[in-house]
Structures are given as structure tokens and as C-alpha cells.
């Protein structure tokens, strides 16, 4: 938790930075009042020992006051202040030591207390020591240049504040290890303990001031290096600290040699010095190692990301529908291939440029705009534009408008927000549906006039079926009733004309109904079941009214889906012309009926050996009212075969003939097997077309 | 002006349709008494006594033989009109016909016809079915009243 240990090492150098800056003005302020209350203790720590001179005092009032106010950064007044007081130390200490290599007496030192000064001789008359005023100038220093930083990072303050510090530290290790040259310069007066531990403490507080700046930043920062660092040092001075001391001790107390001393204290470092190298070389190594490690992940995550992003612009540059990216503040960040062609503008052109200057119809700018802060808006995107399909305008490079279909999704990662949407031309499917449309119109437009000529068809069939039957019956009624009246009177030529007349018209009957047959076939709605053909075929020879002298062979015959009346109409047809056409044959006329089936289609022939037809007469054979024939050779109408054709054209079949003429005809015809309304109705419809 | 009971009433437009079922109705002895009207609004003027039947002698025909094309009004207003009145709606009606519309079958038996008879093309059998039809409704069928 390298985090919450950096949190709680800064919350103790705050603490720390306040209360050294005060421990310097209030120890300051003790030792004055033990000056003044000549309370000895206070003075000197030790008695015997060299007191705080009085103006020592008063500079580190001064300088920890100066401290506080610099440390503070509490404006401008304050910081001035603050200079003033430290520029006051500076000056009064570099004051003392002209007085000390001048050997002029300037009295800075004996200002205040004089009278006590003078009486306290012990060792030596109480002045401020020399080391002691070169601390003031490196700490005043210090504190007025706190905010210094130089080329390359480096502090004054840093400088100023160890060097006093070590000046301090040496003077603590004279006294600990008793060693008098150590306090002080030669003849003049040391450094009082006390000082030496107020300079300690404001040197240290000096580094406080600016926890995360400079050597201190070192040991405060996050990294492990720095909670090594907070570790080892405090422990190392403190180690190294004991041993000389150790080492001393046991000299002057005889328990080892001057030179042994020497050599056992130069071991020990020696042995402290490697391990911490070996130590730190290897954490070092292993920090690169990582570091090395980290940074390969870190290049195969990049190239992965590098690869990723090649293949999604890869597939954005392949999409047949343009994409296009933009921010919360509608500047495009992405425009792909599709786009450029679309639009006509080149992705370098379009990208970081607003989106609604470069496709939005001057009409939909401003819903755009609205769209694009309400979907921005902090409490999350939304519009009932995102996420589904919508269609509206766009504007090319050119200015001409057509119509997108684009659907627009909100991307947030992070604290960004971005629109993305896929855009697809729909001009084309607008065309083609306009067309669709007009062709749609024009469809119901032309039902209409079918309907219309199909009512008038019907009023004419009407009228056909019932203007023409009148006459007819007139002229065979009044025939007949001649026939009645006068029978007597007319010879047998003249009878038989009048049979002509009403044979005539009772033909002309005939050819009425079946021509009426044969328009109502078209009109007939069909229906579709399962017809079992062969049963079919054997009922409509067994209604046949005439006898039957030929031979009938069935076969097999397929199962189909039809009309059965329709389709057992093509029956009697067929097989009537059949046994008709066959009967001068005789005893040897012969039917063959077979069928088959064929993927979805099944196939039925009627085969006779009658007289057959001629192949050139062929397209004629299936025509309305017409014949091959004469009526005198055999009887007909001349619209079975169309009936039969009309019936199996509307189950979406198709039927043919093969004829030899004398020896017999095939009459094949094809229906689906599952029927086909719809292509039949078709078929109706452009039958009536045409 | 006859004052004898009209036993049939014919309403036929066409000359010879006429000619010939009156000429059958009589040889075959079916109905002495036959009042042919040759279109709808006459028909309806017998039938109520209007126009220039308002003077003829009270009393309905046994049976009506009706037209159904016919120029002015159709039979099919006749018939409706017939059907519609209390005093008519009684009377036998037979629709004959040139053709077998189905459209007209229909409308005919929704109207409420007694019978529907299409009218075939050749006179024997022309003959046949009037003679059939009166035979029928004059002298097989019992009316009310």
C-alpha cells in the first residue's frame, strides 16, 4: 500500500515541518528567560558546559519566526516579513564573524545581558561561537532562498541547511565523544549543546518546509526508493554514530588498541558500505529487470493495440457504410473510406472540423445542434435519436442532398464521450421505391380497367346469351309451327327445308352455349384438391352416353392437385374426341391412356389410332371454333380443345399434340403436381393483358 | 274488353316468345283465358287495376308467366313489387328466361319466385316446358283462396 504509507509519511512531516520551526523560537524564548531568571539548567543543559549565548537565542527566535512565515506562504506581507527577519539573522551573524577575523569589537554578542555576560567566565567568557554564527548565515540563507531553485533542480536551501546541519552534527559528536576540537575553532569559544541540537532540528525543519522539493522530495516520495531511503538513513547516522562512539569508548577505556579501534571501526564500515552496495546494486538490477519486463509488456501491449486499431481501421475502411466518429463538442474524430466517397470530402480534410458545417442540411442544423447537447448532457446521453435507424438528409461536397439511414450510438470510455454512427446512401432504395410506388399505382390503375372490361365482357356474354337465343328460338318456333299449320300442303323438299331451318338453329343454340362455356371458364375461381386421376379418368368413360366399341387402355395414372370439375372437363373432352375420331376404325379402334410423374410435374397422354391430324394444321387445333374437320365428317363444335387448353392454362400447365394424319393422335398435357393458383391467376391476368 | 276470368297473366316483350307460348297454353288446353302485356309497367297496371286496366274486371290470374328482360322495367321488379303487396304476393310467379344467368337465379328465388324456367332455343322443346309449367301450376298446384 505504497499509496496510504506516502499519505501518512506526509501527514508526520507537516506536523514535523510546524513544530521544529516553533521548537526553535520557543526554546529561543526559554533560554532567554533563563538568562533572565538565571535558571542555569536552561542555559547550559550540563553544568560546566557552555551556555547559549543570549543573542543565539534571540537570532533562532528570529530565524524560526522567519521559518514559520515562509513556510506558510501566507501572502505577500508575510513573506516580506518573514525575508526581513531571515535577511536580520544573516546580517547579525555575518556581523559576528567580521567582528571575529577583524578583531574588532562590535558587542553583537554582549548587547544583551552584558551584566551576567561579564560575570560568567566559565570556561570561557560566553560569547556566540564562531561555528555557531556561519550556521546562522547558511541557515538565514537557507530560509530566504527556500523558494530558490536552480538550473537542474538544485536547491541553495538544500545546500545551505546540510551543510549547517553537519556543522551542528559535528559539534554534537565533540561532545559525545568528548573531543573538544570538535565543538569549536581552537581557542574560541564551542558551540553550546543546546545549539547545536536547535540547529539540528531547524535544519531539519528547513527541509520541512518544502516536503516535496529537492533531497527531502527523495525521501518523501512514493517510490521505493524514498521508504528505503526513510528507512537506511535515519538507521545508518545512528549506526555509525554508536560505533565511533564505541570505538572511542573503548580506546580511552583501554579495552583495545588505537590502531585496533581503527582498523575494527574501518572494517565495520567496510562491511556496512559493501553490504548496502550489494544491496542496492541488486535492488537496482532487479528494478531494471522489471523495468526491462515492463517495458516489453508493455511494447507487446502496444503492438497488440497498434495491430487492433490497424484491423479496426482496416474493417471501417471496408465497410460499405460510411462511419463517422465525433465528440461531445461535434468536431469529427473519425471519417472512414466510405465516408470520403459518400460525402466527397477526404478523411484529412474532415477530421477535428465541426460535423454539421460538412453534411447537415441548413434545415436540420439546429435539431442536430439541440440533439448533440442533449445527448452530451452530464447526466448521460440520450434522445430518442441514439440506437435505432433513422432517415433523413445529408449534404455532399457538391451541396446536393440525399437521402442516409444511419444509426448513432453513444461510445463513453472513461470521462469521454464520444457519437459514433454508420451511414448508409439509401438514394437508390428511395428511387427504387418511388418507382416501386408509381409501378404499384400504375398496377391498380390497370386492375381497375380490367375489372371494368371484365363487368363489360359479362354485360356482353349477357346480352349474347340472351339476344341471340330469341331469334333463334323465333326461327325454329315459327318453322315448326309452320310445319304444324301446313304440313298437308307441302311436299317432302319442302318439309325437309324447314327441318334445315330448325336443325339450323338448334346448331347455332349449341355453339352459343359453348362459346358462353368458354368465356366463364376465365371468371371460374378455382379450387384445389387432391384428384386421383385414374378413377377420375374410368368415371368419365363410364358416363360417356354413347356405347363403347373401342378398346380403352389406363394406366397408371399420377395423383394431381386441381379443380376436379375443370379437370374431368379436359377428360370428357379428350376422350370424347377420342372415341369420336376413332370410331371408323371399328372393332380396332383402340385408347391408350398412361401417365407420369416428373420432379414437380406429372404428365397424362390420350393416344388414338382415329384419323389423326395433319401436323401443319397443328397451332390451329386449339382455337376457338376451329376445326379440322368438316361437321359432315364429324360432328363438333370447334371449342372443346380450347376449353381443354383455357382449363389446363389455369392450373399453370401447358398441353401439345402429335398427329398423324390417318394413322391417330397424342394429346399429352403437363400440370404441377401440388397445383400452381398463383401462376395460374397470373397467367389470367396477362392472358386478359394481352 | 274481356269479361271472362283471365286465368294466366303473360308478360313477355318479345312478339314470337309471346306467339308461340300463347299458341301452346291454347292447343294444349292449358288456360283459355291468357292476358299477354308486353313490359313491367303494364304488368304491374293489370295487376292493381291502373292506367288503362283501372276499369277491368276485379280478381287476380292464377298464375303470372314473367319475363325477365324486359325493356322499361325487368322482371325482377315485377316480381319484387308483387311480392312486396299483400294482395299479389300470393299469385304464383315463374320467371322465364333466355338464359341461365346465375346472378338472376339467384335475385329471382331471394325475391321470393315460385319458379325458374330457362327458356330453350329449339320449339319442340320450347313447346314442352310451357306446356309442363301450366300443366304444372294450373292444374297440379293448390293456391290459397
Request: without cysteine.
Given at each position: 500500500m505504497p499509496d496510504r504509507s506516502v499519505t501518512r509519511k506526509s501527514g508526520d512531516l507537516s506536523v514535523l515541518r510546524s513544530s521544529t520551526a516553533w521548537f526553535s523560537v520557543v526554546f529561543g524564548l526559554l533560554v532567554l528567560i533563563g538568562w533572565a531568571f538565571g535558571i542555569e539548567s536552561i542555559k547550559?543543559?550540563?553544568?560546566g558546559m557552555v551556555a547559549m549565548n543570549p543573542m543565539t537565542s534571540v537570532l533562532f527566535v528570529l530565524l524560526g519566526v522567519s521559518l514559520i512565515g515562509k513556510e506558510s506562504q501566507r501572502g505577500a506581507r508575510m513573506n516580506t516579513l518573514a525575508t526581513l527577519l531571515g535577511v536580520t539573522v544573516v546580517v547579525a551573524a555575518a556581523l559576528k564573524i567580521f567582528e571575529l577575523l577583524s578583531g574588532?569589537?562590535?558587542g553583537i554578542d554582549t548587547w544583551l545581558f552584558s551584566k551576567d555576560l561579564a560575570t560568567?567566565?566559565?570556561?570561557?567568557?560566553?560569547r556566540m561561537a564562531p561555528n555557531t554564527a556561519v550556521n546562522f548565515v547558511f541557515l538565514g540563507s537557507a530560509v530566504l532562498f527556500l523558494d530558490t531553485t536552480c538550473a537542474r533542480g538544485r536547491r541553495p536551501s538544500d545546500y545551505l541547511a546540510t551543510t549547517a546541519a553537519f556543522i551542528a552534527l559535528l559539534a554534537l559528536l565533540g561532545y559525545a565523544y568528548r573531543i573538544r576540537s570538535m565543538t569549536g575553532l581552537s581557542q574560541h569559544i564551542p558551540m553550546a549543546l543546546n545549539t547545536a541540537v536547535t540547529f539540528l532540528i531547524t535544519a531539519a525543519g528547513v527541509f520541512c518546509a518544502r516536503p516535496k522539493l529537492g533531497w527531502i522530495g527523495i525521501v518523501t516520495g512514493s517510490g521505493p526508493g524514498a521508504a528505503t531511503a526513510r528507512l537506511l538513513l535515519p538507521a545508518l547516522v545512528l549506526l555509525i554514530i554508536s560505533i565511533g562512539w564505541m570505538r572511542i569508548y573503548g580506546e580511552t577505556a583501554g579495552v583495545f588498541s588505537s590502531e585496533l579501534g581503527v582498523a575494527i571501526y574501518t572494517l565495520i564500515i567496510i562491511v556496512l558500505c559493501v553490504a548496502l552496495s550489494l544491496s542496492s546494486a541488486r535492488s537496482l538490477d532487479k528494478a531494471a529487470v522489471e523495468r526491462r519486463q515492463i517495458e516489453s509488456q508493455r511494447e507487446v501491449a502496444f503492438a497488440e493495440i497498434k495491430e487492433s486499431d490497424a484491423r479496426i481501421r482496416s474493417v471501417l475502411d471496408t465497410a460499405y457504410d460510411a462511419f463517422i466518429s465525433i465528440d461531445a463538442n461535434g468536431k469529427v474524430i473519425d471519417w472512414n473510406a466510405a465516408a470520403e466517397k459518400m460525402f466527397g470530402r477526404s478523411r484529412a480534410e474532415c477530421m477535428g472540423q465541426t460535423l454539421s458545417g460538412l453534411i447537415v442540411p441548413a434545415q436540420h442544423r439546429i435539431a442536430h445542434e439541440n440533439g448533440l447537447s442533449r445527448a452530451s448532457s452530464p447526466a448521460g446521453p440520450s434522445g430518442n435519436f441514439l440506437n435505432r435507424r433513422v432517415e433523413i438528409t445529408a449534404l455532399r461536397r457538391d451541396g446536393s442532398e440525399f437521402p442516409i439511414q444511419m444509426k448513432i450510438w453513444p461510445l463513453v470510455i472513461g470521462k469521454r464521450r464520444t457519437f459514433n454512427a454508420f451511414i448508409a446512401d439509401i438514394s437508390e432504395q428511395k428511387t427504387a421505391e418511388t418507382k416501386i410506388q408509381r409501378l404499384h399505382l400504375e398496377l391498380v390503375a390497370k386492375a381497375g380497367q380490367l375489372e371494368n372490361t371484365n363487368h363489360e365482357l359479362e354485360a356482353f356474354s349477357y346480352s349474347v346469351s340472351h339476344d341471340l337465343r330469341a331469334p333463334l328460338r323465333h326461327i325454329s318456333g315459327y318453322a315448326r309451327m309452320l310445319q304444324e299449320d301446313v304440313s298437308e300442303k307441302l311436299d317432302g323438299e319442302a318439309s325437309r327445308y324447314l327441318n334445315e331451318i330448325v336443325d339450323a338453329a338448334r346448331r347455332m343454340g349449341v355453339l352459343i352455349d359453348n362459346l358462353l362455356a368458354f368465356s366463364r371458364l376465365g371468371r371460374k375461381a378455382m379450387q384445389h384438391t387432391n384428384i386421383d386421376m385414374r378413377a377420375m379418368v374410368i368415371s368419365v368413360l363410364q358416363e360417356n352416353p354413347n356405347p363403347l366399341v373401342c378398346e380403352v387402355h389406363i394406366d397408371e395414372l399420377p395423383e394431381v392437385s386441381g379443380d376436379p370439375q375443370l379437370l374431368k372437363q379436359v377428360w370428357t373432352n379428350l376422350i370424347s374426341n377420342a372415341i369420336k375420331y376413332s370410331t371408323p376404325r371399328g372393332d380396332a379402334a383402340r385408347i391408350d391412356i398412361s401417365g407420369e410423374s416428373e420432379g414437380s410435374i406429372v404428365r397424362y397422354s390420350i393416344r388414338d389410332n382415329g384419323v389423326g391430324f395433319d401436323m401443319r394444321y397443328v397451332d390451329k387445333l386449339f382455337g376457338v371454333f376451329q376445326r379440322l374437320h368438316s361437321d359432315e365428317e364429324f360432328d363438333g363444335s370447334g371449342v372443346g380443345l380450347a376449353i381443354v387448353e383455357r382449363i389446363v392454362s389455369r392450373h399453370g400447365g401447358s398441353i401439345s399434340a402429335i398427329g398423324n394424319l390417318g394413322a391417330g393422335a397424342t394429346f399429352t398435357f403437363e400440370l404441377p403436381v401440388n397445383g400452381n393458383p398463383d401462376l395460374a391467376n397470373l397467367q389470367q391476368i396477362q392472358e386478359k393483358e394481352s | 274488353m274481356n269479361y271472362q276470368h283471365v286465368e294466366i297473366l303473360l308478360v313477355e316483350d318479345s312478339k314470337g316468345d309471346a306467339e308461340m307460348t300463347l299458341r301452346t297454353l291454347k292447343r294444349r288446353g292449358i288456360a283459355n283465358q291468357v292476358e299477354w302485356v308486353r313490359d313491367g309497367t303494364e304488368a304491374l297496371d293489370y295487376l292493381f287495376c291502373?292506367?288503362?286496366?283501372?276499369e277491368r274486371a276485379t280478381g287476380h290470374p292464377k298464375l303470372v308467366l314473367l319475363d325477365l328482360k324486359m325493356p322499361k322495367m325487368d322482371g325482377l321488379q315485377v316480381l319484387k313489387h308483387m311480392k312486396l303487396d299483400a294482395s299479389t304476393r300470393t299469385i304464383p310467379v315463374v320467371m322465364m328466361t333466355s338464359s341461365r344467368e346465375e346472378g338472376d337465379l339467384i335475385a329471382s328465388y331471394e325475391l321470393g319466385v315460385n319458379s325458374f324456367v330457362v327458356k330453350p332455343v329449339e320449339f319442340d322443346a320450347f313447346a314442352e316446358t310451357v306446356a309442363q309449367v301450366g300443366m304444372y301450376w294450373m292444374i297440379a298446384n293448390q293456391t290459397p283462396g
Open positions: 547550559r543543559v550540563f553544568p574588532m569589537h562590535l560568567t567566565l566559565q570556561p570561557l567568557p560566553n | 291502373k292506367g288503362q286496366f283501372a
